[in-house]
């Protein structure tokens, strides 16, 4: 069925339950899995008279780089525990789901389980749904937990 899984986390419980379900699929399947986290894009902000330099954009980036290795090694120590092959991926994309999409490619996934925060109405209308848009955009199949 399934040999290699991708699993994008923005480190949310809904998420790490997906996630820990997923290691469990994964080691009945015998498949791998591979833990991803996007960090969007910065561009330059200016606001007003201030400018955020290079260096703070860096520092941003940096920051956010080490947050999501963090998510991803408390994804690996389940999977380690779970003995199912593990890799990790952060990568910078323009938005989260190009990268979950860019990175499944990549790394010749099959599937993409990822979760779902399941909001509705407005404040669907107002996040927007990174879920959705994987779903909407992804030509390999896409196992939504929620």
């Known amino acids: 069925m399934f040999k290699h899984i991708l699993i994008p986390t923005d480190g949310s419980p809904v998420a790490n339950r997906a996630a820990k379900t997923c290691i469990a699929l994964a080691r009945r399947l015998g498949a791998k899995v591979t833990a991803y986290s996007a960090i969007e894009q910065l561009q330059p902000i200016y606001i007003e ?87 909407s955009h992804s030509k390999m199949p896409v196992v939504v937990y929620q």
Do not use: W
Not at 103 to 120: E, L, N, P, T, Y
């Open 49 to 135: 008279g201030y400018v955020f330099t290079k260096r703070q954009l860096n520092d941003f980036d940096e920051r956010a780089r080490k947050a999501a290795q963090k998510r991803l090694d408390a994804i690996g120590k389940v999977a380690r525990a779970a003995g199912v092959p593990f890799a990790t991926v952060v990568a910078t994309a323009p938005t989260p789901y190009e990268g979950i999409i860019a990175a499944a490619k990549k790394r010749k996934c099959d599937v993409i389980f990822m979760a779902s925060h399941g909001r509705r109405g407005l404040s669907k209308l107002i996040m927007g749904s990174v879920t959705q848009k994987v779903l």
